[in-house]
């Protein structure tokens, strides 16, 4: 595998389900993100781990729980999820020299995600 | 706070055809422009970049200059493809602070015609 990957391409959930999304990057990067992308609506930055730490949770609704076990993988965890959280679910990675200086960032191929 | 405006779609061009997509922003500092492209069911990818004033980025064809005066990085490209069919986004990159934050346009799509 190269790049940033992302399990399940697809997920349709009921609203009592409980389920997680995967995100892999083999860049060797040491940050990782989630970002929402919905019809008509600029991508939204929902979390930002850097060096394995949560650095960023952009208003994001505990419904959505994030997990950044190591710097190669992050989760994000859902359950109780509502019709309107339906979108593709993108993470990406990049580098940071530390310092807070990063580099540009890597997107994985998403989750398109359907809330029923 | 950082904001990135970009032309509004959608933009039909015939292959060959010369291409622009506006982009301006709004940002303090010196921030990193980039313009990434998403393809049908796919992901976002980073077609070009340019860190400082004047630096020009290109790839597969496309290129965009960083000016700082008018604040723009239009993409450009001289003769279109089919396969260049796509959403583009314009985004910054801050230069203080919580600086791994991209800022995007709303994307533009892009139909080329044979």
């Known amino acids: 595998e190269t790049g940033v990957t992302q399990t399940p391409r697809h997920l349709v959930m009921g609203m009592t389900n409980k389920k997680s999304l995967k995100c892999e990057q083999h860049?060797?990067?040491?940050?990782m993100y989630w970002y929402k992308q919905s019809a008509k609506k600029p991508l939204e930055l929902m979390f930002v781990?850097?060096?394995?730490?949560?650095?960023e949770n952009n208003s994001v609704p505990s419904r959505f729980s994030p997990e950044c076990p190591n710097s190669s993988h992050l989760f994000l965890h859902l359950h109780t999820l509502q019709p309107e959280d339906s979108a593709l679910y993108l993470c990406?990675?990049?580098?940071?020299?530390?310092?807070?200086?990063?580099?540009?960032?890597?997107f994985g191929p998403g989750t398109r995600l359907t809330v029923l | 706070g950082d904001s990135v405006t970009q032309m509004e779609g959608p933009v039909t061009l015939s292959e060959e055809a010369f291409l622009t997509i506006n982009c301006t922003y709004t940002?303090?500092?010196?921030?990193?422009l980039f313009w990434y492209v998403q393809y049908p069911g796919e992901g976002l990818q980073l077609l070009l970049k340019?860190?400082?004033?004047?630096d020009k980025g290109s790839n597969k064809g496309f290129e965009a200059t960083y000016r700082k005066e008018t604040t723009s990085f239009h993409l450009e490209k001289g003769s279109v493809q089919v396969s260049d069919s796509a959403v583009y986004f314009c985004?910054?990159?801050?230069?203080?602070?919580?600086?791994?934050?991209?800022?995007f346009g709303k994307g533009t799509l892009l139909t080329v015609n044979p």
């Open positions: 990406a990675s990049s580098l940071t020299q530390g310092g807070g200086s990063y580099n540009e960032q890597f």
């Open positions: 860049l060797g990067h040491n940050a």
């Open positions: 781990y850097s060096l394995e730490e949560r650095v």
């Open positions: 940002a303090t500092g010196y921030p990193s």
């Open positions: 340019a860190t400082k004033a004047d």
């Open positions: 985004a910054l990159m801050g230069s203080g602070g919580s600086n791994y934050k991209l800022t």
